[in-house]
Each structure stands twice: as C-alpha cells, then as structure tokens.
C-alpha cells in the first residue's frame, strides 16, 4: 500500500471531479431573452443575427390562415383614399394558386391601388407561399393530390396548376441534387 492510502483509512472514497463546463462552449440561456419561443429557436439564437429577429418577434415575416371575408370587411372600415381622403373599398382577387391580389378602389376618384399577399421569390418568377405549401407537403410526404385535399378541406383558393407544381419542384429540388 502507498503511503497515502495507509493514511486516509479503509473508509476514504475518493471525490470525483466535476464538470465545469467546456471553455470553448457558451451559455445559451445566459445571452438569450424571455422572447425566444422554442428550443429550436433558442439554438438558433446563437447567431447574433438570428438572435436579433427572435427578440423583433413582433415584426416578424410569418403567414396565418385566415377567414378573408372578416378580414375584408374589419379592414373596410378604416381604408382611406390616398388622394381624396373619402372611403375607400377593399376587395381582393384570386390571383395564381394561394396568392390573392387585394386592391383598394375609391369611387369618388376612381383610384385603384393594388398589392400581393405574398412577395415573388427573387430567384424566379414563382410566389413565396406557392413553394411554401410545395416544400411543406412535400416534407410531409404529400404531392400535388395532398396539396389540392388540404386546400379543400380548408375551404382555401384551389393550388396552382399540376404544370406549375412541378415547375416549383424543379427548383427546390436541382440544388439538392446538383
């Protein structure tokens, strides 16, 4: 026996060392606000520029489904002319799949303005909710059928066309595969 194994005693145990944590990781709740939503979005904070959006959540660039005849009617109410100043008429148009075209129309001055409810993708032509519902049924494991049955069962504007299904597929799928 060692000299210090006589003078500890048979009933010594030894201590075990603890972790005190890794010196190259940091403490994620130690740089994150109450505003961070999900374990997702907290690993995502990480990034001082991810980190920012989570804190704007209220500025945030996410879609709803919602009933657009309450809609329409609820936002009627305060549309202003731009150039006269008299009540304005919102509508909206179905445009291309699950984009619709609201336009603002003054009967006084017979000034129509018009926006999308969704932005065109900069690398095409193709709308951004349009691929969105691609690529979220496509993670699914839906298709073209699954998108059309969701649609329905949602009372929502029917999708886009087979052709252009697949146009929008191409184009999430080639850089995965190139």
């Known amino acids: 026996m060692s000299s210090k194994a006589q003078r500890r005693g048979s009933d010594y145990r030894r201590k075990r060392k603890r972790f005190h944590n890794n010196q190259y990781t940091r403490k994620v709740s130690d740089k994150l606000d109450v505003d961070c939503i999900s374990a997702s979005a907290k690993k995502l904070c990480k990034d001082s520029d991810l980190d920012k959006e989570v804190r704007n959540f209220n500025q945030s660039n996410e879609y709803r489904l919602i009933n657009i005849d309450i809609l329409l009617s609820e936002l009627s109410q305060y549309v202003t002319c731009p150039n006269c ?14 984009v619709s075209e609201f336009y603002v129309e003054c009967h006084s001055c017979s000034t129509l303005s018009t926006f999308k409810s969704s932005p065109v993708i900069a690398s095409g032509k193709d709308y951004e909710v349009n691929t969105r519902i ?20 949602m009372d929502l504007p029917p999708p886009v066309s087979q052709k252009a299904y697949e146009k929008i597929l191409r184009k999430l799928i080639w850089p995965v595969v190139k």
Not at 85 to 98: D, P, Q, S, W
Not at 134 to 153: E, N
Request: charged share 20%; net charge positive; aromatic share 12%.
């Open 85 to 98: 100043n008299t009540k304005a008429v919102l509508k909206e148009k179905i445009l291309y799949g699950l």
């Open 134 to 153: 691609t690529y979220a049924m496509r993670t699914v494991g839906q298709g073209f059928c699954g998108i059309k049955h969701f649609c329905t069962a």
